[in-house]
């Protein structure tokens, strides 16, 4: 079954970095796409990146194009956001996501985690 969660959030200025991180501890770890959302204070959640079961393909919202980088440990049962040069509207609880097709990862896959606040503020 699959189990995601996350850890990684907090508070940092704006230009820092935070790394968040999502673990599943089910068997199938390898056959899932992964993802991450993100929903700001007041807004709909929205998609921010994804990544293919075999980390050959990724996309990314425009908005966080060359700031952000998703990346996976199949070996770990992991994936990882980096974030960096952060902004203040970059504020949201992230959540991991997670489904066994590709082309479900764009509007939300079946699986989510419990979310994780990142805040930037100074």
């Known amino acids: 079954q699959v189990q995601l969660v996350e850890s990684g959030g907090g508070m940092v200025q704006p230009g820092g970095s935070l790394k968040l991180s999502c673990v599943d501890s089910?068997?199938?770890?390898?056959?899932?796409?992964m993802g991450w959302f993100r929903q700001p204070p007041g807004k709909e959640r929205e998609f921010v990146a994804a990544i293919s079961f075999s980390g050959g393909s990724t996309s990314y919202a425009d908005s966080v194009k060359g700031r952000f980088t998703i990346s996976r440990d199949n070996a770990k049962k992991s994936v990882t956001l980096q974030m960096t040069s952060l902004k203040p509207e970059d504020t949201a609880v992230y959540y991991c996501?997670?489904?066994?097709?590709?082309?479900?990862?764009?509007?939300?896959?079946?699986?989510w985690g419990q979310g994780t606040q990142v805040t930037v503020s100074s």
């Open positions: 089910s068997r199938t770890f390898n056959k899932l796409s």
């Open positions: 996501n997670a489904d066994y097709t590709w082309i479900s990862m764009q509007r939300g896959g079946d699986y």
